[in-house]
C-alpha cells in the first residue's frame, strides 16, 4: 500500500497506520468468515468516490435538494440493475444494511406493540403505561441459524412484535417443514421469516409460502448470505413466491456493505416510505454508486462461474474436514458455509478457544452457536465456516484440502504457540500463492 501520495498517508500518519496494518492482514491471512469477502477495485473505488459528499433525500426524480441529476443517475442504474439480476418487481436499494433492509418490512407490514403480556409489563415497569401486544412473526430461532433482526429480544424486531421460532431437527440438523406449518397455525403470525445467517442446506421456498397462504400471513426471505447464489440460478429463489425478499449487498453479493429491500409492486409504495422517511434520511450515494457497480459486476457470466466455485470449495473443505474427524451440523452443505460441531472431536474446545487458536495461525473464522447448544454465546460449541473470500482469491479444491489441513492441525494443537506458529508460515505461503488484487 504506496503512502507517498495518499492523502490519508500524509495528513494523518496514526491513522494511516490502521490502513497498513489492515491491508497486511487481509493480504497475509485466510479469510473463512461466511460474511465477509473482498470486493472488486471498482466497487472499491465507487465506495471511497465523490458521491459521499452529496445529500439525496427521496428517491429519483422526488429529492429534497438541488444538484441531484448525477444521483439519480446512479440510484437508477443500482436499482435496475437489481431488478434484472433478481427479477423482482420492486427493489429499494438505500437501506443502509440487512438490518435497515429487514425493518422497512417490519415498519411497511406490522404493527408494533410489546412482546410481553399486561401482567409482565407492569412487573417490569408498573408506572409505565401497558403496550397492546404486536403483530406475531415466526422465523429461525437464532440460535439455530437466524438473525438478530428476524425477532430476537434484544433487537427492535423482538422488543416490538411477538415472536415464534421454529427450529432445525435435533438429529438432521435441517428444518422441518411439519414443525413450522404446526407452529404457524398455532400461533397464527402475521409475517413468517426465511433465511439466516448460519444455515448450511437448501431453503424450500414454495413450502413456506404454502404455509403462509395456509394461515394467512405474509412471507419474508433475508438472502444476505446466499444472494449471491441465487442470483445465478445455483439456489432456488424465492422472488416468485415471497411478498419481501431483503439481501445484504457484500457476503456472496460480493458488494459494498449495505443492504436492499425487494418486494411485490403492491407494497413498492409502503417500502419506500419506510426506508425514507421512515429510517432513515439521507441515502449514502457512494454505497449506492457502490452497489451499482457491484450488480453490473454480478450481470456478467464470469459472476455464474465464481459463484459455482465458492459452492465446489464449500463442498470440497466440507468433505475434507469430516474426513479429518471433524463434525458438521446436518452433515454438511449446500451453499458457501458450514458449521462445526466441536463437541464431537474436540469436546474440550470451545468456539472461542478455537477461534482465537486459528487467528494465531492466520486463519480468519467466527465462533458460533450451534442448534442445542449448552455454552454460552461468548464461548459457544461451534465454528462457522465460508468460502467466498478465499474463492475470491483463485482458490480451488486442492487448497481446500489444504485448509481443511491446517484447521485441524490448529484444534488440535491445543493452543501450543509453536505448532500454531509452523501453521502461520504455510497460511503465509499459500496468502503470496494466491495474492488479493486491490488495486
Known amino acids: 500500500m504506496a503512502n507517498d501520495k495518499n492523502p490519508i498517508a500524509q495528513q494523518d500518519p496514526e491513522l494511516w497506520k490502521a490502513f497498513v496494518a489492515e491491508q497486511d492482514r487481509q493480504q497475509n491471512t485466510l479469510e473463512l468468515i461466511a460474511s465477509e469477502n473482498h470486493v472488486s477495485p471498482a466497487v472499491m473505488a465507487a465506495a471511497g468516490s465523490l458521491f459521499t459528499n452529496k445529500y439525496a433525500e427521496g428517491y429519483p426524480g422526488r429529492r429534497y435538494y438541488g444538484g441531484c441529476e448525477n444521483m439519480d443517475t446512479v440510484e437508477r442504474l443500482a ?43 407492569r412487573e417490569k415497569a408498573p408506572d409505565a403505561p401497558v403496550r397492546t401486544p404486536g403483530d406475531m412473526i415466526l422465523s429461525l430461532h437464532l440460535d439455530h441459524g437466524g438473525h438478530l433482526s428476524h425477532g430476537k429480544n434484544v433487537n427492535i424486531s423482538g422488543k416490538w412484535f411477538r415472536v415464534t421460532h421454529y427450529r432445525v431437527d435435533r438429529e438432521t440438523g435441517r428444518i422441518n417443514m411439519s414443525e413450522v406449518r404446526a407452529l404457524a397455525k398455532e400461533c397464527k403470525p402475521k409475517l413468517i421469516i426465511t433465511g439466516a445467517s448460519a444455515y448450511s442446506r437448501i431453503w424450500e421456498w414454495d413450502k413456506f409460502a404454502e404455509i403462509a397462504r395456509e394461515v394467512g400471513a405474509l412471507l419474508m426471505a433475508d438472502i444476505a448470505h446466499i444472494a449471491g447464489m441465487v ?13 419481501f425478499v431483503t439481501t445484504t449487498t457484500h457476503k456472496t453479493l460480493r458488494g459494498p ?14 417500502i419506500d416510505s419506510a426506508v425514507f422517511p421512515g429510517l432513515q434520511g439521507g441515502p449514502l450515494m457512494h454505497s449506492i454508486a457502490a452497489k451499482a457497480a457491484a450488480f453490473g ?58 477461534e482465537a487458536w486459528l487467528g494465531q495461525a492466520g486463519i480468519v473464522v467466527n465462533k458460533n452457536m450451534i442448534p442445542y447448544d449448552e455454552r454460552k454465546p461468548m464461548e459457544t460449541s461451534g465454528l462457522r465456516i465460508g468460502t467466498p473470500a478465499l474463492s475470491t482469491r483463485g482458490m480451488g479444491g486442492d487448497e481446500m484440502r489444504k485448509v481443511a489441513g491446517l484447521i485441524d492441525r490448529a484444534l488440535a494443537s491445543a493452543g501450543d504457540a509453536n505448532a500454531l506458529g509452523k501453521i502461520r508460515g504455510e497460511v503465509l505461503d499459500l496468502c503470496k500463492q494466491f495474492p488479493l488484487h486491490t488495486h
Not at 96 to 109: D, E, I, K, T
Not at 231 to 243: K, N
Not at 262 to 267: I, N, T, V, Y
Open 79 to 121: 436499482i435496475d440493475r437489481a431488478k434484472s439480476l433478481f427479477n423482482c418487481e420492486h427493489v429499494n436499494v438505500q437501506p443502509h444494511s440487512g438490518s435497515q433492509a429487514n425493518q422497512a418490512v417490519l415498519l411497511a407490514a406490522m404493527n408494533p406493540g410489546s412482546q410481553f403480556g399486561e401482567a409482565e409489563q
Open 231 to 243: 442470483a445465478v440460478g445455483l439456489h432456488p429463489s424465492p422472488v416468485a413466491v415471497s411478498d
Open 257 to 270: 456493505r449495505g443492504g436492499i429491500t425487494m418486494c411485490k409492486e403492491a407494497w413498492a409504495k409502503k
Open 297 to 354: 459486476e454480478a450481470l456478467r457470466p464470469e459472476f455464474k462461474a465464481y459463484q459455482q466455485l465458492v459452492l465446489d470449495n464449500a463442498k470440497a473443505l466440507a468433505e475434507s474436514l469430516v474426513a479429518k474427524g471433524l463434525h458438521l451440523v446436518s452433515g454438511g452443505t449446500d451453499n458457501h458455509l458450514m458449521l462445526v460441531d466441536l463437541r464431537k472431536g474436540y469436546p474440550s474446545v470451545t468456539g472461542a478457544m478455537a
